[in-house]
């Protein structure tokens, strides 16, 4: 299958879509289908019994909340720890392959909704004047809770001692009018990945192969991407050739544009244009969407 010209997209969050199996409702502690900020029971195995009803829509492709680990129990998929796992409140990898499975049968492509710009919020600092952005990056020293580490390869190892390494320590943004707190400071206490690292790169290419390889997906909706330095998207393009590579045929990849409103960086940060993102990937991103 490939995406052609014409798809009629459905974005759903598999959480609240429909319950499959109650046996994972509370696998991360955070159960609660009357509360907002909790685990509402939907799962991979409950999209999978409603793709005749979401084809019957008219939708030719899904686009799923991303599936990996989160950090602290979070329901919504942003706030990842291992990215090499699935959360268990989804369901397993092998509910996943068999939707995706399923979806294709039917003739639904699916959707990974990716971030390479953060991972949860485990990552802080003891240090005075933390969580505000230093006037000069690097000062902080940073710090993770002695119960929880992030999964290889972003755990701290032999090749990687420090924190600092991986993240940047500088603290939440404090003014999203300006680039450098944007693209390098911490969106709501998120650990900002040092994405200007060819180690975290790297990784992150063997990350979204491997969902391709082992889950089948179609293709990504990358989020983020206003908050990743600009140098990460000038790989845009070997990423795509890579993914094309892995997957056998074109991936399909779109990403999110900035807000207007409140945060107008299509304006006072021209780069981040429409066009401007199109740019960063030499032609390899198939779509971008903006987020109203
Ligand atoms: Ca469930
Ligand atoms: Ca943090
Ligand atoms: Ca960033």
Partial sequence: ?????????????????????????NADGNYGPSSSGSVHGGDFKGLEQKLDYIKALGATAIWISPVVLNANGEFHGYAGR???????????????QHMIAAAHARGLLVIDDIIVNHGGDLVYSTDSGYPNFP?????????????KQYASPFNTNTVNPSLTNLFHNNGNIPDYN???????????????????????????????????????FDGFRIDTVKHVEMGFWQTGVLWSMTMRR?????????????????IPNAVLIPARSLAGIRARFSGGLSAVLQDQ
């Fill in 1 to 25: 299958m490939s995406f052609g010209r014409r798809r009629a997209f459905i974005r759903l969050s598999p959480i609240v879509f429909f319950d499959g199996d109650t046996s994972n409702n």
């Fill in 82 to 96: 291992n990215f090499y796992a699935v959360d268990p409140h989804w369901g397993t990898l092998a509910d996943l």
């Fill in 135 to 147: 006037r000069t990056a690097g000062r902080l020293q940073l710090e993770l809770p002695s119960s």
């Fill in 178 to 216: 300006t680039a450098q707190h944007v693209e390098l400071g911490e969106l709501s206490g998120l650990d900002d990945f040092r994405t200007e690292s060819a180690y975290v790169r790297s990784n992150m290419v063997e990350i979204y192969k491997f969902w391709i390889g082992q889950a089948g």
């Fill in 246 to 262: 892995v997957s056998g045929s074109p991936i399909f990849s779109c990403s999110e544009k900035c807000s207007t409103g409140p």
